[in-house]
């Protein structure tokens, strides 16, 4: 894995050292000195981990880990701060942060808190990976093959189509908001996305239309939620289908 990191910081003496640092340590490190610069520099799907000074000129490091998850969910975050008040960590919490440091700080005690998170996003996306076979009603999803099989027919989906039905099919029975469907597979939650996006779930809809007792249930402005009426959902994973030679 090609850990690249994205520092926010605008202490110039600290920004220096803890690049040259995390350099020498071999993370690709990518060093902004305010929100506005750190916004315009981000690139989405691009680094592995968001370190983020919350009091930034110009945008403070709570607005900017706001605008970057609209544009890249996933991305793990770790805020610093000189502040030690609750509040602060309350709301770093709530803006989704994955952990928190006030200074001062070693540089060994950073350097062990990013590899916990590189670890177990690193953990989770092989998981995902492995999950890629789903069973809904009647039919079979394959995610990485891109196809939709019932008796024995199969159709290749459209890679909107697969994105949006593994969206729906890996939270069966859960309620996936509108906005993070729109920013996971359309990549903004833009009003000509959203409009696509409708289409997008009646074209799915008949793709499992042959069997009645799956339903994809719309919470208006909410968002979307699968069901399948009078069946056992089953997930299986790809390993299921390997046979061993003997």
Same mark, same amino acid.
């Given at each position: 894995m090609n850990n690249r990191i994205f520092f926010v910081e605008d202490d110039t003496n600290l920004g220096m050292l803890l690049k040259e640092n995390m350099e020498?340590?071999?993370?690709?490190?990518?060093?902004?000195? !305010? &929100?506005?610069?750190?916004?315009?520099?981000? =690139?989405?799907?691009?680094?592995?981990?968001?370190?983020l000074d919350v009091m930034l000129?110009?945008?403070? &490091?709570?607005?900017?880990?706001?605008?970057?998850r609209k544009v890249d969910p996933d991305v793990p975050f770790i805020f610093l701060t000189s502040r030690g008040m609750q509040s602060d960590r309350i709301k770093g919490f709530e803006y989704g942060c994955d952990d928190y440091i006030t200074k001062p700080f070693s540089t060994q005690e950073l350097y062990l808190r990013i590899n916990v998170i590189?670890?177990?996003?690193?953990?989770?996306?092989?998981?995902?990976?492995?999950?890629?076979?789903? =069973?809904?009603?009647?039919?079979?999803? !394959?995610?990485?093959?891109?196809?939709?099989?019932?008796?024995? =027919?199969?159709?290749?989906l459209s890679s909107k189509e697969c994105e949006l039905l593994y969206m729906l099919a890996s939270n069966m029975n859960v309620?996936?908001?509108?906005?993070?469907?729109?920013?996971?597979?359309?990549g903004n939650d833009d009003y000509?996305?959203?409009?696509?996006? !409708?289409?997008?779930?009646? =074209?799915?809809?008949?793709?499992?239309?042959? !069997?009645? &007792?799956?339903?994809?249930?719309?919470?208006?402005?909410?968002g979307f939620k699968m069901i399948v009426?009078?069946?056992?959902?089953?997930?299986?994973?790809?390993?299921l289908f390997i046979v061993s030679e003997i």
């Open positions: 020498h340590k071999g993370y690709e490190t990518v060093w902004c000195k !305010d &929100g506005e610069e750190g916004m315009r520099s981000f =690139k989405p799907g691009h680094f592995s981990i968001c370190i000129p110009m945008k403070d &490091g709570f607005e900017l880990s706001k605008e970057i590189l670890r177990r996003t690193q953990q989770a996306a092989e998981k995902s990976a492995a999950t890629s076979v789903f =069973k809904v009603g009647r039919y079979t999803f !394959d995610y990485t093959a891109m196809i939709l099989e019932l008796d024995g =027919k199969v159709e290749k309620l996936v908001n509108r906005d993070v469907i729109l920013r996971k597979v359309w000509f996305s959203a409009k696509s996006m !409708d289409v997008y779930i009646s =074209k799915v809809r008949k793709r499992l239309k042959e !069997d009645p &007792g799956i339903e994809i249930l719309n919470a208006y402005g909410i009426n009078g069946a056992q959902y089953l997930l299986r994973t790809v390993q």
